[in-house]
């Protein structure tokens, strides 16, 4: 059974939101869904533990934008669960259960897309009948202050890569940089795995392009600003600048990525699209990545012998 559920034209963008205080970047937020080009749109927003009048306050402040003319609609989940201090990864899994069409997008309410993403997203996915399709966002500097933000300007990302080989390296797509297909991908695939409060969405990503396929032609084009407040506070750190609880926790999540490579199986058809020579069952992404590491040397080493004569 395919992930998707009822409308076949239907986008669902799923919007995380934890903190009543941080409304008018939500505003920021929803005014950019509201402005796509591609329709129907849905916004699925899921909210953390609020009580009642803050659902009714996040509600009134979006109606204006939602009333007009061709404004996407809006769907509210309250996520409520108990014992649970970060729940990020169980917003996702609320919010996905909650979509209904084929095909699902994320957007943290401090993050913005441009009017032409969705368009874009859903003709590549059409034309190379892809499960996935991924895209650029511009990293935006911003720096907080007590009632404001300065936008200070744009800022070189940390992350880098291009294509699927790199993706099974490191995670170089932010959760607003690509949209899934639901009709191409079984139902119990679409699950975030709620022990995981960071990589949660890179842990997604390498189960569904181990074995199904992606378009990374959109790489270079860039579809919404990716905003990096100064503070840190929301972005994960890399293990140079993470000291504590918050480094030990770097350090298990990775551990489990590696082991989330080695035991993933990827497609033989995937592993044809990849370039490998002899594709064949059992090859995990680890062994996948291991080839394709080993086929960039051998490269590398054919160009400087014939580059040398």
């Known amino acids: 059974m395919h992930a998707m559920q009822d ?3 239907l986008l669902d963008c799923i919007v995380r939101f934890h903190d009543p205080r941080r409304l008018a970047e939500l505003e920021r937020c929803v005014f950019s869904l ?19 009048a803050e659902i009714a306050a996040t509600e009134a402040a979006l109606a204006p934008m939602l009333a007009l003319p061709g404004a996407p609609s809006l769907t509210v989940r309250n996520w409520n669960g108990e014992a649970v201090t970060d729940a990020r990864t169980h917003l996702l899994n609320c919010g996905v259960e909650a979509a209904r069409g084929r095909y699902l997008a994320f957007l943290d309410y401090d993050d913005l897309l441009f009017p032409e993403a969705y ?8 034309d190379q009948e892809a499960a996935i399709a991924f895209a650029s966002v511009q990293v935006m500097q911003v720096e907080v202050r007590d009632r404001f933000f300065r936008t200070i300007g744009p800022q070189t990302p ?31 695939l679409l699950r975030f795995d709620p022990t995981l409060t960071i ?21 270079g084009t860039e579809i919404g600003y990716y905003i990096y407040k100064t503070d840190g506070s929301n972005t994960v750190g890399q293990a140079g600048g993470l000291h504590g ?19 993933t199986p990827v497609s033989i058809p995937i592993q044809a ?16 990545h291991r080839q394709l590491q080993a086929n960039g040397r051998i490269r590398q080493r054919l160009g400087d012998l014939m580059g040398a004569r």
């Open 199 to 219: 990589e949660e969405d890179y842990d997604l990503l390498l189960r569904i392009c181990a074995q199904h396929p992606a378009d990374f032609s959109l790489i």
């Open 7 to 9: 409308d076949t034209q």
């Open 273 to 288: 699209r990849l370039g490998l020579p002899h594709p064949r069952g059992g090859l995990s992404i680890q062994d996948v």
């Open 119 to 126: 368009e874009l997203l859903v003709e590549k996915l059409r």
């Open 245 to 263: 609880e918050k480094l030990a926790l770097y350090e298990a999540v990775q551990r489990r990525i590696r082991e989330r490579k080695a035991m």
């Open 158 to 188: 940390t992350y880098r890569g291009r294509d699927l080989g790199d993706l099974f390296d490191h995670n170089f797509c932010p959760i607003h940089s690509y949209l899934i297909d639901r009709s191409k991908l079984p139902a119990d």
């Open 34 to 52: 509201a402005g796509q080009r591609y329709r129907p749109l849905n916004i699925v927003l899921v909210l953390q533990r609020f009580t009642p």
